[in-house]
């Protein structure tokens, strides 16, 4: 269980998803965003995930420093027929990819990277979800929930996103934002 290995944490993110993860894990989560750009020139998603939650932990150290306790940062993007989708910064931006992702299978990519007693270590894994058919109909009853505010791929699996769903293959957590799985292997 991740609560022997790591029972606090500082999580430098403002994810509820990711801080009610943890916490079903038995973690201590104290949640301090750290608000680092998001900005990046790359293309291939493991890289990219892996770079922003290592500059959003470089941020946190900063911010919070001189404590004891570990520093938590992850960062999650969606890529489907080449493409990266991040949060949607509008209803029609995740009206297009909602519509996008009904076409079939999506990789969600999730890092994290975690300063404790002094080093760094991480990881980033990914999942391949499969998305059933959807019609007009059901996009736009979706979009009224409002659940496509501020996720990744306009969707939240922990959500009434999970009704898009028809299947997924590997660790859930990830798609939430935080590779669990992994993170206990590691630690």
Request: aromatic share 4%; charged share 25%; net charge neutral.
């Amino acid at each position: 269980m991740l609560r022997e290995r790591l029972p606090s944490v500082i999580l430098a993110s403002q994810s509820p998803a990711r801080k009610m993860v943890l916490e079903r894990e038995g973690v201590t989560v104290i949640v301090r965003p750290t608000w680092a750009h998001e900005q990046h020139t790359f293309s291939d998603p493991r890289q990219i995930v892996t770079t922003l939650s290592r500059r959003k932990l470089d941020a946190a150290l900063a911010q919070n420093g001189d404590t004891t306790l570990p520093l938590l940062a992850c960062d999650t993007i969606i890529a489907i027929d080449g493409r990266l989708l991040g949060k949607p910064s509008s209803v029609e931006e995740a009206r297009l990819q909602i519509k996008h992702l009904a076409r079939g299978t999506h990789a969600v990519w999730s890092a994290w990277a975690l300063f404790r007693d002094g080093a760094i270590i991480g990881g980033a894994d990914v999942a391949h979800v499969h998305f059933k058919e959807l019609d007009d109909a059901a996009i736009e009853a979706y979009l009224a929930l409002g659940e496509w505010m501020g996720a990744a791929g306009s969707y939240r699996i922990q959500g009434r996103g999970r009704n898009l769903i028809a299947s997924i293959e590997g660790d859930e957590n990830v798609i939430i934002g935080l590779p669990l799985l992994q993170m206990e292997r590691v630690l």
